[in-house]
Each structure stands twice: as C-alpha cells, then as structure tokens.
C-alpha cells in the first residue's frame, strides 16, 4: 500500500466522519431551539468555538452591535466554502481526497460523494431556511451512512480498510470531545435562576442525540440523564461505537494488525489511560471542557505520529530492506 | 434499420458501392436490418449508459475546469476480415521491429546515418532526440515497448500507415470497453458469428514489461506512473493498472536511493521498483535531468534507469522515431535493418526540407494535408481542401520559416462506417489504431481502436476534437456458424 493511498484512504474516512457529526450537531441545535421557552436563549457560539472557528466567524461577522441571525449561522456552519469547519467544506475535501483514490474502492462511494457535493453546491440560498433544514441534515447524514455502509460491506479488509478504520476512530474520539465541550460549555442560557438544572440536563440530552446516543443511553443507563452519566457514557462505555473508549479501542485493534509503530502505539496508550481513568463526577463538577481540550491535543499528537510513522517514508535504503516485507 | 439509402463519398468498411454487405459484415448488416427503429434507438440508450456506468471518460480541461466526458461510442460496430487482419498484423510487427531496430541505432551507433539512408540532419533537428539516452543499452534492445499506430483506409481500400505514437500512446482501455458495451448489447451476434476476442492485451501488456525486470527470477514490481488526476488519460491509467493488478503511483509516490534503486513509498516503508510503465512525458520525468521544476516523475529515475536499476517502458528518448518526419523513412528502414520491402504501405509524405518537395508543397497547399512533425491530438495541421486562403498564407510562412518542422501528405478521403442516427445509418469517417507490444516476442491487439467522427464529413477522430468511438470486430469467415 503507497504511503499516498494510505493518506487519502485516512483523511477521506477523517472527512466522512467529521461531516457526519457536524451535520448531526447543527441538526440537534436546530432542534432544541425550537424546544426552549421564550425565557430561555439558544446560543451557537460554543458550537462555532467548539470547532475552533471563533475567529474566522468573528471576522465575517465584526460588528458586535449586529447580532448575526439564524440563517447567517447556518451558512457560516454548513456552506461556508472559506470555513474550514464548514459542512461544504469537508464534503469537498472528502471528495478530493477520494479523486486520486478512486479505483481503490467501490466506485457507489464516488457517485454518492458527488452526490452530496453537487446537492451543497446546488441551491444554497433555500437549503439554509428553517424550513428545509431537517431535509437538508438528514440527507447529509444518510449520505454518509451510505458510504460506512459501502465501505463495512464492500470493502476488502486489507491495511487500506484499516487505515480507514483508524481514520474514523480518530476522528470520531476527536469529534465526541467536541459535541461534550459544546454541551457543556452552554448551548442555552436561561435568563432565570430556577430554569438552570432544567436546561442544563436539556443539553445533555442535546450532546447525547447529536452522537445518536439517547436511546442507547437509555436502555444501557436507565437513569435520567445528567451531566456525570452521560459523561460516563460518552468518555468510557465499552459498547458504544461512538464512545472515545471504544473509538480508541478500536484504533488498537487496528494497529495490531499493521506494521508496528512504536511512537503510535505509545501515545495510543497514553490516551486510553487518561480516558479510563477519568472522573466524570469531578469532571462535571468544575467544567469538562479542559479536559476535552486536553485530549483534543492529545488526539492530535496521536495523528502527528501516524503522519510521521506511516505516510512520510524517510529516503533510507539501508534500513529499508529489513522492514519491507513481501506485501505491499 | 433500413439500408436502402445508404451511401457513402468513400469507401465504406461494411457497405460495398453496389449498396450490397462486404463479405465480413453480411452478418451485422443483416442482423441489423431486421431491428426496427425504436429497437435500434433503446440499444444506443442502452451502450451509452453502460458506457457511463463503466466510467469510460477522458478529461478535458475547458472553462478553467477540468470535465470528466464520456466518450461518444456508436452502437455499429466496425468490421474486419481475419484474412486481411492477419496482413495487417504481419506489417504492424514488421514496422515496429524496424522502428525499435532505429532507435537502438541513434543512441547507439547511427549506422544508418553514417550510411546516408537517413540523413543526420534529421537527428540535428529532432526535439524527440535525448542526448542522455546515448548509450544506454535498454533490456532486449527494445525502446518502444507499446505502440500505437494509426491506420487508415483510402478510396482505393487498402489500409495505409498514417503514424506511430511511439511516446504514450493511449486508447487501449477504450477499445476493451468498447468490447464490453458491444458484448452487452449483441450478445446474440457473439453467439452466431466468429469475432476474436481483445481482451487478453492486459495480460500481454503485464508480460511484456514483466520481461524488462533488471531481477530475473523475482516476482517483479511493476507500477504505473501517471501524472495524475487531471492528465486527459487518468481514466485509461486506472483502469489499465487495475486490469494488471499493478499499482498506480504518482511522481511524489517514487524516489532514486543513494544505490541508485528506485522505491516507492508504502506504510511498511520503502520498497523496490523493478519495471514503470510510465504515461508520463519524457521531459517530466525527472527533474535533475530535465525540466527543474517538474514534479511529475522523481529525481534520480534517469540515473536509475542508466545504471540498468529500473526499466522504463517506453525507454526516454523513444520518441525520435515518433516524428511526422521521421515516419517518411520507415519504408527505408525496413529495407535497411530487416532487408524486407515494407508490407504495410505509408501514407506518402512530402518532406518539406527537400527543395523539390516543398515547392510542390508550396504549390499544392489546397490539395494537401501538412502537419506538424510533432504535435498530437490532430491540432496545429491544414487540410488544404477545406481551408481558406488565410489560412494557406499562414502555413507558407510557416512551412518556409521551418521547413524540418513540417511534412504534407496528400488529403486522404477516409473510409467511412455508418453511425447510428435518427433519420437512419449514415457515414463518418474513421481511422484505426492497433496497439503492438514489444518484448521478448511481439504481439499486435486484434482489430484495434476505431475513431470515428462524429460529425458528417469531418476527417478530425481526435477524441479532444469531438470524436468517438466504436467496436472493431475481426471476423473470421472460414469459422462462420
């Protein structure tokens, strides 16, 4: 497998994933606007910091006094071709990075990719409205169940598939950090003291159905949802694809079967032992979010050594001998 | 299909003046009659959508964009009697052996020009000519391991040779599709008559540069090297790679070690390449040698190839003997390295250096056709009966200021093939292009790719200029049903 293939192969899962959250988010923030009285304020803002594009917004929209409204954030979030963070924008990356990968996969995956790409790019202006928004979500999502789909069903279980594999993994721990660090740090702000712990654990449920966690969470948990459990749930269940434990887990599976990269597996490690052994009590108590931040960086660490270890090859001959088995 | 109107300005390929099926399309033409209509029509629909589906496409960069086209493919396919085939191939391996035989000799000992068969100041003027390939001493002898030529057939209805793509000649994968779209759409007509199959030219292409392996006796590593994403072919080199179950790298994917051994960059480190089929031009291939700033090959892989690490097909340089020039001595190469008289004729070329000759050209600018000696896709040439007086003075200082960059030939009246068309069959005209392989032992496609265009009267093929494509059926006439 070229080192190049393998990069795109990464990168385009990474992509998929991150569209797929990203559209659920925005989705759930939709929602649970609608839900919230009048005294209580629906706020985009941790969802923009969240994926870190606090500046970029800032600068298209400059004037405090002018408060930016729903649909200028919808087309900031989704269709802003110049964020980098946008819904648009990683669906076009997705599909660029599968352009030179093509004939390695099942070509549905480039007529579904293509699909969504000319569905962005079509007819913006409508896509945005409050109206056509469910549409719009769900089709971006079931666009990118498909291509999991295609891929678990169609897809040879060669280190290509693991690739995509880790890629998804990475991204998806990195992206539940996110959705947590979003809910926490306060989707609605409820102008009345006695509205707090309502709306708080509103907004877990929030965090929880944007990873489409609620029912789970229900059936595994059987207990109301708060802070501390849906933490618990999200940071370290076993069973939850989308939890950050089984992500990670996965990830180690994964690399069992690939040639072995020592600064990779270290750094793995690292990370599932800050997940086990955190405290979602204490973690709740003061605020999450410096935690996620730190495994957030953590994460990327993690992606800089998979960079190093197996996507930029180092010009040496003498050793490359040794470690080039028959396989490739 | 009603064939009671059709007639065409040339010969036609299935259809004899007497408005009677030549022999080897009796079958086809007959078949074809008893279709009506609306039947004709949803198999057209239905080869242009599998046409699709399979991704046939070349790209086409236009508006600042890059644009995935399919390629046209008419439902009728062309038709050619194994008899006459089994001539063509004969001239085909013939020609190909000569033109390797050439090239070997100009970065070699330049016997021919030493003795006065080609004058040397062909070589002196030749862009094609790489002064790093003198030398070199390439496996089997052989530089042009894949040709392309092309055929054509004149009023007289013998098939000429019109030129050999000897650089990257590409297509290939066209005519396999084609043969798939043909086979979904008669499937009775496979049944009933014999028609040779194409589609072992992946296996025979892997073989042929298998044999270039610089470590016999290993399972060698072979790669295609494509230029990328956006290179008109991406199509055909995903496709090809595939067929051979042979990576397909990009110049970034490949570096030259300090062994002077060319690797590739895989997840499990570096590792060996043996053989690249290369589909990248040969300026770009490696930047310490030629174009700096390229980034399409990878430094060192000429360095690699001279020191016989790695095997290059088609070898850098094999290009000089892809020259419209160059071409009007084929006959006389043949003579001289094979001591055969050339069966397959050449299109005859006037050469423009010769004084008698480019006065005569000069003269004749409306009758002829005068091309460029190294310009493909069909751009850059007049075809002296359809062009204006404009146009004429313009390719007389042309032809004055660079006589060694020009040749005329006379204007050809292309045999045509009927396409599918709403008001009934109707004549375009075509070409041919087998592909022939040279390695241990030569092989020709059977049949080839046939360009049609698609435009009534238009003699322009070029797939970049609106043509397209239909299936080549030999059929052998001894073995009918």
Known sequence: ?328 | MDWTNYRSVAFDELIAADGRPRPAAGHLVRYLAKLSDRDVASRQVAASAIARMSGITFTVYSDGRNVDRPLPFDLIPRVLARSEWVRTEAGLKQRIRALNMFIDDVYGEQRIFKDKVVPASLLANSVNFRKECVGVKPPLGIWAHVCGSDLVRDADGKLYALEDNLRIPSGVSYMLENRIVAKRVFPELFETCTILPVDEYPMQLYETLAALSPRPGETPVIVLLTPGVFNSAYFEHTYLAQAMGIELVEGTDLFVGDDDCTYMRTVYGPRRVDVIYRRVDDLFLDPEVFKPDSALGARGLMRSWRAGKVALANAPGAGVADDKVVFAYVPKMIEYYLGEDALLPNVPSYLCTDDDERRYVLDHLADLVVKPANESGGYGMLIGPRSTKKQRAKFKKLVVADPRNYIAQPTLSLSTVPIVTPRGPSPRHVDLRPFILSGSSIYVTTGGLTRVAMKRGSLVVNSSQGGGAKDTWVVDLEDAV
């Open chain 1, 1 to 328: 497998m070229l080192s190049r293939v393998a990069e795109n192969l990464y990168w385009f899962a990474r992509y998929v994933r991150r569209t797929e959250n990203m559209a659920r988010l925005v989705g759930v923030g939709s929602q649970l606007q609608l839900d919230l009285p009048r005294s209580v304020k629906f706020m985009w803002q941790p969802m923009i910091d969240t994926v870190g594009v606090a500046a970029l917004f800032k600068t298209r929209f400059p004037d405090a006094a002018a408060v930016p409204t729903d649909v200028d954030v919808m087309r900031f979030l989704l269709l802003d071709e110049g964020n980098p963070s946008s819904l648009r924008h990683s669906v076009d990356t997705a599909r660029e990075m599968l352009r030179s990968i093509r004939d390695t996969l099942p070509p549905q995956l480039w007529e579904v990719v293509t699909d969504l790409h000319m569905f962005l790019g079509e007819d913006a202006d409508r896509l945005v409205t409050r109206r056509n928004r469910v549409d719009l979500i769900s089709r971006i999502v079931d666009g990118c169940l498909k291509i999991s789909g295609l891929v678990t069903a169609t897809v040879s279980r060669d280190i290509g598939f693991q690739f995509m594999q880790l890629g998804t993994a990475i991204e998806q721990a990195d992206m539940t950090t996110r959705i947590i660090d979003a809910g926490a740090s306060g989707l609605v702000a409820p102008r009345k003291e006695e509205d707090r712990e309502t709306f708080r654990n509103l907004q877990w449920m929030a965090v929880l159905s944007s990873l489409a966690a609620d029912q789970t969470y229900r059936r595994h948990v059987r207990q109301r949802v708060t802070g501390e459990h849906a933490l618990r749930f999200l940071l370290q269940d076993y069973d939850f694809p989308r939890s950050v434990h089984f992500c990670l887990s996965r990830a180690q599976r994964m690399l069992a079967a690939m040639p072995p990269r020592p600064e990779v597996e270290k750094r793995l490690g690292k990370l599932v032992d800050a997940i086990q052994t955190a405290d979602p009590a204490a973690l709740v108590a003061k605020n999450p979010a410096s935690f996620m931040d730190e495994i957030q960086v953590q994460l990327s660490a993690l992606h800089g050594a998979v960079a190093a270890g197996y996507f930029s090859v180092v010009e040496q001959v003498a050793s490359a001998q040794q470690q080039s088995p028959a396989a490739a």
